[in-house]
């Protein structure tokens, strides 16, 4: 998995050890993501399906995109559409995706790197993998994460944050069996570099096999964790997890990851993505692109949409990569 990971983590600044362990996060629901398609047809899983609105708040949507190892001519992304009313977080683990917006913003998200746009007001944008990709072929897996924006900010103008996998505050657990890549909020006194209008934490967590991680939680956030890869267990009652799925917790001030060790010998590491939020606690309208309020809102923005209000495809504008047809039968 290439997202950014140091060769020798005892390097690393280390988070101190657990000071209250009589308030862990009880492990509250673990659930399986179903697979689907996205945009042009590239594979995901959706992350979040089976939990209520409220138990996810300040979040909306998660999809973990791919992971697939692409033949030549196969890569796929998203045409141009809409946004409105929330910020979208796509961090790529492995592989390239291209991003334009009709704000000005755009470039590569590639490993480890991460793209969060600010759909506010309204925006365009497209997400596509660039034309080498998509004649070559390999691999391609991230996560795309919508993160609500409260009733006072779903109007403000479009923003763009481009965070290369450089930027990301890097920190291993007591003993170095684990590394957290912080990309937003703060774990313990480490902060990520993202900026959001929603306080949130977000960190992408790498557990070597046998080994076990408890991170401090802010007490005001919900904490969800998504594997990504591998298996291990949460929490001291070591509820076992793998690959695709969801674990929500309940109240407290940090939880506990652990990565198994098979009898034949250790396995792949433990990768999963670690969340958590303010709830914002106001109604939510989902549809399609829009996240709102009401649904005279939702209403709104479609008729906005329509009329060209949440922005124009501009000039030279980026486009799908169509693979030439004599190349395609020469794969």
């Not at 334009?100 to 790197?113: A, E």
């Not at 912080?182 to 959001?196: D, E, L, M």
């Amino acid at each position: 998995m290439p997202a950014l990971t140091p060769t020798d983590w005892t390097d690393l600044a280390r988070l101190a050890p657990v000071a209250e362990p009589g308030e862990e996060r009880v492990v509250a629901t673990v659930t399986t993501a179903p697979r689907g398609v996205e945009g042009e047809g590239f594979p995901v899983r959706r992350a979040f399906a089976g939990l209520p609105l409220a138990a996810l708040d300040p979040f909306v949507h998660m999809d973990q995109m791919g992971e697939v190892d692409y033949a030549p001519g196969e890569p796929k992304g998203t045409p141009w559409h809409p946004h409105r009313g929330f910020e979208t977080v796509t961090y790529m683990i492995d592989g390239t995706f291209q991003h334009q917006d009709s704000h000005g913003g755009g470039g590569l998200i590639t490993n480890g790197s991460t793209q969060w746009m600010t759909a506010g007001r309204g925006i365009l944008h497209i997400e596509t993998p660039p034309a080498a990709l998509v004649e070559s072929g390999g691999l391609f897996h991230g996560v795309q994460l919508w993160v609500n924006l409260p009733a006072r900010d779903k109007m403000v103008p479009p923003a763009y944050q481009s965070l290369e996998a450089e930027d990301v505050a890097l920190v291993a657990s007591p003993d170095a069996t684990a590394l957290v890549r912080v990309v937003a909020g703060t774990v313990g006194p480490h902060r990520g570099p993202g900026s959001t209008h929603t306080p949130m934490t977000m960190a992408h967590v790498t557990l070597t096999p046998g080994g076990r991680l408890d991170l401090p939680w802010d007490p005001d956030f919900n904490a969800l964790v998504y594997v990504l890869a591998g298996q291990g267990s949460v929490g001291s009652e070591r509820r076992p997890v793998a690959a695709g799925q969801l674990v929500s917790f309940g109240r407290g001030r940090w939880l506990r990851l652990s990565a198994e060790t098979s009898a034949g010998g250790p396995d792949g590491p433990l990768e999963a993505l670690v969340l958590g939020g303010r709830p914002i606690g106001e109604p939510v309208e989902h549809y399609g692109p829009f996240v709102m309020n009401t649904r005279a809102e939702i209403a709104q923005a479609l008729e906005d949409y329509r009329r060209g209000r949440l922005g124009v495809i501009p000039p030279g504008a980026l486009m799908p990569h169509v693979p030439h047809p004599s190349r395609e039968r020469d794969a």
